[in-house]
């Protein structure tokens, strides 16, 4: 019995990871959703949901509930088989890229030395079930918008992986682990040595996500819903989870490659050792929110299961903020495991929330472009800019490493190169 | 030993059959997507030798780029018309029996040179990351071949705009 526990660790270990993972990456999920309304209503200075839970906490189990109990619709003509099969393969493609994540130093369910080729090749798998539901569902906005959706990621998907090659270059590694690995070891976030790269990742995952201003796929006022206008229910949650996973893994692989994955801000400066607690701070920021919150609330029964829930944040809040705190004494110094043990992971998350607020911001501001205009700016524009890029990020390598030149000040070099070259697309651009 | 082998047979078996539904299926949708199934398969025997790097491209080429623009031109046509027709002609034949010529050459080859194909076991532990390996050998040691089919690819993707063009 013993034997077969010690044979089975690494398996139960793994299984308990992706677990985990599938748990919190569809918790955030959800909650992005819930974000992205409270978010886009501020910004247009509505309150958005406020009635299920406090500030509408609650609402996206309403949501999903409510998507659960709908009636499954499958329309008449449909390629039934493909229909059932379009969004199981979106969401499969969307939750089996995470097992590559690198959410921190010591917790990520796998390493592969070709990991970032493998996220790449597993998200291009997600267009399939796109192009798939969109052709079942036998009808002309989900083909048209199926159609649109390929055409953009497909050509947007050249853009991001030439500006991902930009990123390797530095790392010298595919892996994930690695890449974050030697941003540390330099001391310096890609970002900082590739801002051309970050900028054409940043504006190709939003097109790859079908989001605004690229979101023609979905536009409301020509297609309906695009693919997915014939899918109802439970099919449109799996497709509707599917996107949103896709969001946070377009971030998650921008964080891992600019902006240093799990590591802290400053992360080789004693000074800012401070930073650690953190984690700790922004649990006693929610504990105080949720008191406030308390105060705010009307007097009245009608209002008791939300003065009820805020008590149980805000102690579940507090909770944590002790547990992080747990001091342990080592040789005689105050140490905080617990603290330890999260902070490549909050730091990562912390990151990701920053890029999909990016997002979501992004929505409520720009206007939708018009389709040939898209097109125009992936192929004309972002294409041979994400080229342009590489070889003068390759350029740049080779300079510092044959001279004695300082590598920042070469990739600075080359970057300025990389604008240059950027005007001169845009001065000769004809839209 | 065991599950090596039997993921071995379960994924071959896949891409076997799946190879079969491609060409037998009336609709041209459902062939690609078994197209897509075999494509994979060997994708993951790629990752089973431990080339994982031939597996990832593999994935990233066939699956993502060339299946997608398969179904994309595919969604364009007139299915109705595609599945009324007979997929088959009368060669089926001249097809047979070349079929199984090629399947005894193919076995005499392999009865013949049983001796020959014994390749060196790799010692446990001893397979690197091979995409380091990939890049030197395409970089350094076939660089000319490398180049030349870039080149080659060039011509094909100008070629294609200059057709398009002409319309």
């Given at each position: 019995?013993?034997?077969?526990?010690?044979?089975?660790?690494?398996?139960?270990?793994?299984?308990?990871?992706?677990?985990?993972?599938?748990?919190?990456?569809?918790?955030?999920?959800?909650?992005l959703v819930y974000a992205e309304r409270k978010i886009l209503a501020h910004l247009q200075v509505r309150v958005g949901p406020m009635r299920v839970g406090p500030h509408g906490l609650l609402q996206p189990i309403a949501d999903g509930l409510k998507l659960l109990l709908k009636e499954d619709i499958i329309p008449q003509g449909a390629d039934k088989a493909i229909f059932w099969l379009a969004p199981i393969i979106s969401l499969i493609a969307a939750f089996t890229a995470f097992s590559l994540v690198p959410f921190g130093p010591n917790f990520a369910i796998t390493d592969a030395n070709v990991g970032l080729l493998f996220l790449i090749g597993i998200s291009s798998l997600g267009i399939l079930g796109i192009i798939l539901g969109g052709w079942s569902s036998n009808s002309h906005y989900p083909l048209l918008g199926a159609l649109r959706s390929t055409a953009q990621l497909v050509s947007y998907e050249v853009a991001l992986g030439f500006a991902l090659v930009?990123?390797?270059?530095?790392?010298?590694?595919?892996?994930?682990?690695?890449?974050?690995?030697?941003?540390?070891?330099q001391g310096i976030w890609f970002i900082f040595l590739q801002p051309v790269a970050f900028f054409i990742v940043f504006v190709a995952a939003i097109a790859e996500t079908n989001r605004n201003p690229f979101d023609l796929p979905e536009a409301e006022?020509?297609?309906?819903?695009?693919?997915?206008?014939?899918?109802?229910?439970?099919?449109?949650?799996?497709?509707?989870?599917?996107e949103y996973a896709a969001m946070v893994l377009v971030s998650s692989i921008a964080v891992t490659l600019f902006l240093g994955g799990w590591l802290r801000p400053?992360?080789?400066?004693?000074?800012?050792?401070?930073?650690?607690?953190?984690?700790?701070?922004?649990?006693?920021?929610?504990?105080?929110?949720?008191?406030?919150?308390?105060?705010?609330?009307?007097?009245?029964?009608?209002?008791?299961?939300?003065?009820?829930?805020?008590?149980?944040?805000?102690a579940g809040a507090?909770?944590?903020?002790?547990?992080?705190?747990?001091?342990?004494?080592?040789?005689?110094?105050?140490?905080?495991?617990?603290?330890?043990?999260?902070?490549?992971?909050?730091?990562?998350?912390?990151?990701?929330?920053?890029?999909?607020?990016?997002?979501?911001?992004?929505?409520?501001?720009?206007?939708?472009?018009?389709?040939?205009?898209?097109?125009?700016?992936?192929?004309?524009?972002?294409?041979?800019?994400?080229?342009?890029?590489?070889?003068?990020?390759?350029?740049?390598?080779?300079?510092?490493?044959?001279?004695?030149?300082?590598?920042?000040?070469?990739?600075?070099?080359?970057?300025?190169?990389?604008?240059?070259?950027?005007?001169?697309?845009?001065?000769?651009?004809?839209? | 030993m065991i599950f090596y082998q039997a993921t071995f047979y379960?994924?071959?078996?896949?891409?076997?059959?799946?190879?079969?539904?491609?060409?037998?299926?009336?609709?041209?949708?459902?062939s690609a997507i078994y197209l897509i199934i075999t494509l994979l398969s060997v994708a993951l025997l790629y990752l089973q030798l431990q080339?994982?790097?031939?597996?990832?491209?593999?994935?990233?080429?066939?699956?993502?780029?060339?299946?997608?623009?398969?179904?994309?031109?595919?969604?364009?046509?007139?299915l109705d018309v595609a599945t009324r027709q007979a997929?088959?002609?009368?060669?089926?034949?001249?097809?047979?029996?070349?079929?199984?010529?090629l399947l005894v050459e193919f076995a005499g080859a392999i009865y013949l040179g049983r001796g020959t194909a014994e390749l060196p076991r790799a010692a446990a532990g001893a397979l690197q990351p091979n995409t380091e390996q990939i890049g030197r050998m395409l970089f350094q040691n076939y660089m000319l071949p490398f180049e030349i089919a870039s080149l080659l690819l060039l011509v094909a993707m100008v070629g294609a705009v200059v057709m398009a063009k002409r319309r």
């Open positions: 019995m013993v034997t077969l526990l010690e044979a089975g660790r690494p398996y139960l270990i793994a299984l308990i990871r992706i677990i985990v993972v599938f748990l919190g990456v569809s918790l955030l999920v959800a909650y930009s990123a390797l270059l530095l790392a010298g590694s595919l892996s994930m682990q690695k890449i974050v690995e030697a941003q540390a070891e006022s020509e297609l309906v819903a695009g693919f997915h206008t014939e899918y109802s229910g439970f099919r449109f949650s799996l497709f509707f989870l599917a400053f992360a080789r400066v004693a000074a800012f050792d401070f930073l650690d607690f953190v984690p700790a701070l922004v649990f006693a920021a929610a504990a105080a929110w949720c008191l406030r919150a308390v105060l705010r609330l009307p007097r009245g029964r009608e209002w008791r299961w939300q003065r009820l829930m805020l008590y149980l944040l805000g507090v909770l944590v903020f002790l547990v992080l705190l747990l001091p342990v004494r080592v040789d005689g110094r105050l140490a905080f495991p617990v603290l330890g043990a999260i902070q490549g992971v909050f730091w990562f998350m912390v990151k990701v929330t920053a890029l999909l607020f990016g997002f979501i911001w992004f929505r409520g501001t720009f206007p939708r472009y018009r389709f040939d205009q898209l097109m125009s700016l992936g192929w004309r524009f972002m294409i041979p800019l994400a080229i342009v890029n590489v070889i003068f990020c390759g350029l740049g390598i080779v300079l510092s490493k044959k001279s004695d030149w300082n590598l920042t000040a070469s990739l600075w070099l080359a970057t300025a190169a990389t604008l240059l070259v950027a005007v001169l697309l845009v001065g000769r651009r004809r839209v | 379960t994924l071959a078996a896949v891409a076997v059959v799946s190879a079969l539904l491609v060409v037998t299926r009336r609709n041209p949708v459902h080339a994982e790097f031939l597996a990832a491209v593999q994935i990233i080429l066939y699956i993502g780029g060339i299946m997608v623009l398969f179904l994309f031109v595919i969604m364009l046509v007139r997929p088959f002609n009368r060669q089926g034949l001249v097809a047979g029996v070349a079929a199984l010529v």
